[in-house]
């Protein structure tokens, strides 16, 4: 059986010593527990022992637990996978970041939704395919600052940061290039001053990878297995 608390401090302590290797507070990063394919009750424990956010990969299966987890309103609720149009209602109905904004059509779609719905401002994150994977969603590194233009005429939507999934390898070390090509491309969208943009997330770094976003500036840690086990 896996020991749900032992595997989060022993990730609270890789994340520690990563942070002090790069020279930064382990306070400033926050992690998302990915809790796809993990009943309310695995995850229950977690609840009050330092996790940021329950991260959720599909719109459906976090609706249900959203309504059967009676700690629901203890910890937040992040959606961290490919969003459909159709499923953008639905998920604004739970979700206080969306990690995974990929397109214009659905940062427009977003901004509607949330307008019928009476939603001030709706926390999104840009997903950028830094490795350039044909498998992977998100806008290229160069069509970022396009999108972000795009978003001046979403007043419901804030983009408070850029994510990236980086491809999987065996050596951690690999994906390196890929975190740092996010953080400066984060930094340089910063210095041009978008109006709508606010550079206050940097989500990158999964189970696999997680210590080595860290040291290079992430601060919001996507991580599933590593806590819960393969599923």
Known sequence: M???????????????RAAQRSGRSP?????????????????????????AAIGENRVQEALAKYTAAEWRDEVEWHFIGHLQTNKVKQCLQIASLIHSVDSIRLLREINRRAEVLGLDRVRVLLQVNV?????KFG????????????????PRVAVQGLMTIAPYEENPERTRPVFRKLRLLGEKLEQQGFPSFEMKYLSMGMS?????????????????SAIFGQR
């Open 2 to 16: 896996v020991d749900v608390m032992a595997n989060w401090r022993a990730v609270q302590d890789r994340i520690a």
């Open 27 to 51: 306070e400033s990063i926050e992690v998302v527990a990915v809790t796809k394919g993990v009943p309310v009750e695995g995850i229950a424990p977690l609840i009050k022992s330092g996790i």
């Open 131 to 135: 490795s350039g994977e044909s498998t």
């Open 139 to 154: 806008f290229s590194p160069s069509t970022v600052p396009k999108a972000l233009e795009e978003a001046v005429s979403c």
């Open 208 to 224: 696999n990878d997680f210590e080595i976003a860290v040291e290079e500036g992430a601060n919001l840690l996507r991580i599933g």
